[in-house]
Antibody, heavy 117, light 110 residues
Framework: EVQLVESGGDLVQPGGSLRLSCAAS????????MTWVRQAPGKGLEWVAYINSDGSKTYYVDSVKGRFTISRDNTRESLYLQVNSLRADDTAVYYCATVDWWTPHHWGQGTLVTVSS | QSALTQPPSASGSPGQSVTISCTGT?????????VSWYQQYPGKAPKLMIY???KRPSGVPDRFSGSKSGNTASLTVSGLQAEDEAEYYC??????????FGTGTKVTVL
């Protein structure tokens, strides 16, 4: 059974940084593209970033380019999202998900990032 | 990277059918057969219900079906059940390794 467990969300001040993690199990992690998707409180879903299976290629939504970095460690079966220069509008639940043909398939339960002073 | 357009709400009585539309452009919905639909309950993670326009993942009831015509995709839920009351989001590949979600539709079972 595919399991994805996110962690690392916290309350952080504007301009601050966090590193979100996603621990994967139940599938061959190194074979799959992965993605982060976020959801602001009471709002819809927003795709944030993709990373290919070996971590050599990354893609981002325009609003986070230069501030967020997606990465992975296939030996640890873990996905990461380094979020820097945080703004109030980055406040959201951040989900990791497996990807098949650009489509998020299996999702974790999410981790909440709150940006506030 | 504009969100796909969905109606804010839809409703139907138990046993009836409800159809949700998802309108994009030729750069996303109309340009690729990578349209998906997700079901989300409050406080829970989204669940994939339909992918590649009309395919159902294992375990998803065949009451859920998807289709596409031009720049508009649709999700139909037949034989509505109380458990189908949830938020539904469409999504699509949008080219250049980017992805876009819809605005969401709240389905109410009357």
């Amino acid at each position: 059974e595919v399991q994805l467990v996110e962690s690392g969300g916290d309350l952080v001040q504007p301009g601050g940084s966090l590193r979100l993690s996603c621990a994967a199990s139940g599938f061959t992690f190194s074979s799959y593209w992965m993605t982060w998707v976020r959801q602001a409180p009471g709002k819809g879903l927003e795709w944030v970033a993709y990373i290919n299976s070996d971590g050599s290629k990354t893609y981002y939504v325009d609003s986070v380019k230069g501030r967020f970095t997606i990465s992975r460690d296939n030996t640890r079966e873990s996905l990461y999202l380094q979020v820097n220069s945080l703004r109030a509008d980055d406040t959201a639940v951040y989900y990791c998900a497996t990807v098949d043909w650009w489509t998020p398939h299996h999702w974790g339960q999410g981790t909440l990032v709150t940006v506030s002073s | 990277q504009s969100a796909l357009t969905q109606p804010p709400s839809a409703s139907g009585s138990p046993g009836q059918s409800v159809t949700i539309s998802c309108t994009g452009t030729s750069s996303d919905v109309g340009g690729y057969n990578y349209v998906s639909w997700y079901q989300q309950y409050p406080g829970k993670a989204p669940k994939l219900m339909i992918y590649e326009v009309s395919k159902r993942p294992s375990g998803v009831p065949d009451r859920f079906s998807g289709s596409k015509s031009g720049n508009t995709a649709s999700l139909t839920v037949s034989g509505l059940q109380a458990e189908d009351e949830a938020e539904y989001y469409c999504s699509s590949y949008a080219g250049s390794n980017t992805y876009v979600f819809g605005t969401g539709t709240k389905v109410t079972v009357l």
